[in-house]
C-alpha cells in the first residue's frame, strides 16, 4: 500500500469514492471537470493496483491548508488507508512550508487520532468555507473543524 500524487488515470476513481459517500450526505459532491482542476491536490491510496483511497490538499493562505474528500472504499476500512493519507497530506503540507492544517469532518474522532484538536468554526478564515456556499447543510452544518499545527520542512 502506498499514497502518492494522483495521475490522471485515477480521476474516474476519485470521482466515483467521493460521490459514493456524497450520496449519503457524508461529503460534498465534486464533479468531473472538478477533479479533473484540481488534481495536482490530490493523494491516492493504491492497494493492490487500485485506488482504495483519497483526499486532496487545498493551500488556503501563507499560514493553513485544508484537508478535503477523504474518502476510503468501504471494502479497505480499517487498513489504515485513511491514516495513511492524512500523513501524506500533512507531509505534503510541511514541505509547501504551511503550518497549520484543518479538516471539517464528521469524524474527528479520526482525526484526533492523528493529533489535530477541535476548533470553532467561526475561528477560520472565511475562505474555509467557500465550499460551504455549496452545501445543502449550510444552514445547520454538522460538521466539526479540526486543526493541526505541524513543523515545515525546511
Given at each position: 500500500?502506498?499514497?502518492?500524487?494522483?495521475?490522471?488515470?485515477?480521476?474516474?476513481?476519485?470521482?466515483?469514492?467521493?460521490?459514493?459517500?456524497?450520496?449519503?450526505?457524508?461529503?460534498?459532491?465534486?464533479?468531473?471537470?472538478?477533479?479533473?482542476?484540481?488534481?495536482?491536490?490530490?493523494?491516492?491510496?493504491?492497494?493492490?493496483?487500485?485506488?482504495?483511497?483519497?483526499?486532496?490538499?487545498?493551500?488556503?493562505?501563507?499560514?493553513?491548508?485544508?484537508?478535503?474528500?477523504?474518502?476510503?472504499?468501504?471494502?479497505?476500512?480499517?487498513?489504515?488507508?485513511?491514516?495513511?493519507?492524512?500523513?501524506?497530506?500533512?507531509?505534503?503540507?510541511?514541505?509547501?512550508?504551511?503550518?497549520?492544517?484543518?479538516?471539517?469532518?464528521?469524524?474527528?474522532?479520526?482525526?484526533?487520532?492523528?493529533?489535530?484538536?477541535?476548533?470553532?468554526?467561526?475561528?477560520?478564515?472565511?475562505?474555509?468555507?467557500?465550499?460551504?456556499?455549496k452545501c445543502s447543510k449550510q444552514q445547520k452544518?454538522?460538521?466539526?473543524?479540526?486543526?493541526?499545527?505541524?513543523?515545515?520542512?525546511?
Amino acid at each position: 500500500m502506498e499514497a502518492r500524487s494522483a495521475k490522471i488515470t485515477d480521476a474516474k476513481a476519485i470521482y466515483s469514492l467521493i460521490n459514493y459517500y456524497a450520496e449519503q450526505d457524508k461529503m460534498l459532491f465534486r464533479s468531473m471537470a472538478d477533479i479533473y482542476e484540481n488534481l495536482q491536490s490530490f493523494i491516492v491510496a493504491e492497494l493492490n493496483g487500485s485506488v482504495a483511497g483519497c483526499c486532496a490538499l487545498q493551500v488556503i493562505w501563507s499560514d493553513l491548508a485544508e484537508i478535503k474528500s477523504l474518502a476510503v472504499n468501504e471494502a479497505n476500512f480499517n487498513k489504515g488507508i485513511g491514516r495513511l493519507l492524512v500523513n501524506a497530506a500533512l507531509e505534503r503540507a510541511a514541505q509547501l512550508g504551511v503550518p497549520q492544517v484543518v479538516a471539517l469532518t464528521l469524524y474527528p474522532d479520526f482525526f484526533k487520532k492523528a493529533g489535530f484538536e477541535e476548533i470553532q468554526m467561526d475561528k477560520l478564515p472565511m475562505k474555509v468555507w467557500s465550499d460551504c456556499a455549496k452545501c445543502s447543510k449550510q444552514q445547520k452544518c454538522d460538521e466539526i473543524a479540526v486543526i493541526k499545527t505541524i513543523s515545515p520542512v525546511s
